[in-house]
């Protein structure tokens, strides 16, 4: 049975009529934890020992109660500046971080450090070795099912700030980001903490805070089930930290179903959000809508695909200064079928005017991402894009057009295919470069589609009506778009 927590019911319709193919219930939402009748609350000490004791222990005595009670209860944090190590989020526990609390992770790379692994701190070929700051499911932990963070009890009211420090010196004297930089300079891979991350949860809500400086990636839910984000702020760097912060994604799906993304605004130092399938099984069935994303990589499907991607429905997102908008990323080492992806009323501004890079842009499909090889060939089709608006602000850098359109199809093997583009809009002339290894034939640009060329295909005479929405072209895109996205 799939169900949303109670607080995000004002969004159910226009999240259900957006994809039909979500059949909901709903849960309560969590309620305060009481024990002998003493509302359990924690406040801070500002020291790292005893913050992450007086957490952990308040949450394994309330999965009790709340396994008891059939129900999700709340641990509530007092405003205060905490300092944690790794603490394991509980069954039907929440943590509730209100409006003045911070969590800042601790420095201390030891506090990390998984025991047989890479060293925490570390460069190696892995970056496996350090614990994330908040989890559940890993590492030996148990898995924990209605779960979650919350910043407030009433959606939409903001709540407190999990720092994680990325920009600050550890024990072993480099900061995690330069921890980071060394590595991809070496052409190795950092051993970093990712700042929360949810391993074979059903059920998890996080919504309401802010995630900001991440040492790794921020939010991560891997083989997870009934999924919400909802009200997020997720930032790195912070305009007070300036620095690359290489690699830290904002939210990262991982072979996971059912997942709402709803009002994030993102500024990351890689992917904005990624969804994979890799080694662990299929994701699918995935909205994200009304989005906005900054500085980072956009929104990625990949490189993981081996395992499945497929019905993944992405609506009013605003991308201002990204690297890319739309990418799909993949290789024959690691490639799998991608399908049934629908793009609608995605605004772009400014992309790929802070890398400059032919291999970015507005619209990225390459099935040849690295030069890695093998026999996994990603087959990406049945694509859908409608209403989508790429602006002028792309194509005034060094008099070149940055928006880049590339279909860079598989070697072959698994052309792309069933390629839609109703009311495709560009500012600026745009021709599709490269376009390899991708069918033609089941490839359309109707004719409301305005400055975007895919050489060696006419467009198509657009219907009312597009038949993959059932919705009308928005006329006004450009207008739209312009005073949406800023």
């Known amino acids: 049975m799939r169900f949303l927590y109670s607080p995000t019911v004002a969004l159910i319709g226009v ?69 944690i190590k790794p603490i394991t989020m509980r069954s039907y526990v929440f943590l ?14 030891a506090d990390y450090q998984i025991a047989g692994s890479g060293t925490c701190g570390g460069i190696a070929s892995s970056s496996s070795g350090c614990k994330p700051l908040i989890s559940s499911g890993n590492s030996g932990d148990a898995v924990a099912n209605n779960t979650g963070i919350i910043g407030s009890r009433a959606v939409g009211i903001m709540g407190g700030t999990i720092e994680g ?14 921890i980071a930089d060394t590595a991809n300079a070496q052409g190795k891979k950092q051993i970093c903490p990712r700042l929360i991350e949810f391993d074979n949860g059903v059920n998890v809500l996080i919504r309401d805070v802010t995630l900001q400086n991440s040492p790794y990636f921020h939010l991560v839910f891997s083989q997870c089930t009934n999924v919400t984000e909802l009200n997020l702020k997720i930032q790195s760097p912070t305009p007070d930290h300036p620095s690359t912060a290489r690699n830290t994604d904002g939210t990262d799906v991982i072979s996971s179903a059912f997942v709402s993304i709803t009002n994030s605004h993102i500024i990351s130092g890689d992917d904005n959000i990624a969804i994979t399938a890799a080694n662990k099984g299929a994701s699918h069935d995935i909205t994200i809508q009304n989005c906005h994303f900054g500085k980072g990589h956009g929104l990625s499907i990949g490189s993981g695909t081996n395992g499945g991607v ?45 890398s400059l890079s032919s291999k970015n842009g507005a619209i990225d499909l390459d099935t040849q991402y690295s030069s890695t090889t093998g026999t996994l060939y990603p087959y990406f089709h049945n ?37 839609f583009f109703y009311n495709v809009n560009f500012s600026l002339p745009k021709t599709a470069a490269p376009v390899s290894n991708t069918d033609l034939t089941t490839t359309v640009v109707y004719s409301n589609s305005l400055n975007l060329t895919i050489p060696g295909l006419a467009t198509t005479p657009a219907p009312a009506i597009d038949p993959a929405f059932n919705e009308a072209a928005n006329s006004n895109l450009a207008g739209y778009c312009q005073t949406y996205n800023n």
């Open 310 to 354: 497929s019905n993944v429905h992405a609506k009013q997102i605003y991308f201002n200064g990204t690297d890319n908008g739309i990418r799909f990323k993949s290789d024959s080492s690691e490639g799998g079928d991608v399908s049934n992806i629908y793009y609608d009323t995605l605004c772009m501004k400014a992309i790929n005017t802070f």
């Open 96 to 109: 509730l971080l209100p409006a003045g609390a911070v969590l800042n992770a601790s420095t201390v790379t």
């Open 165 to 178: 420090h990325g920009w600050d010196i550890t024990s072993n004297g480099s900061s995690w980001w330069a």
């Open 383 to 419: 694509v859908y894009f409608h209403d989508i608006y790429s602006d002028v602000a792309s194509a005034t850098i060094n008099g070149t057009v940055w928006d880049n359109v590339r279909l860079n199809g598989a070697g072959g093997n698994r052309p792309m295919a069933n390629l």
């Open 15 to 83: 999240w259900v009529a957006f994809n039909p193919a979500f059949a909901q219930n709903l849960a309560p939402a969590p309620t305060p934890c009481q024990i002998n009748g003493v509302t359990q609350t924690v406040s801070a000490v500002g020291d790292r020992n005893a913050d992450t004791t007086n957490i952990q222990n308040a949450m394994n005595a309330c999965t009790t109660v709340g396994a008891q009670l059939g129900k999700p209860l709340y641990v509530a944090l007092q405003p205060g500046n905490y300092i």
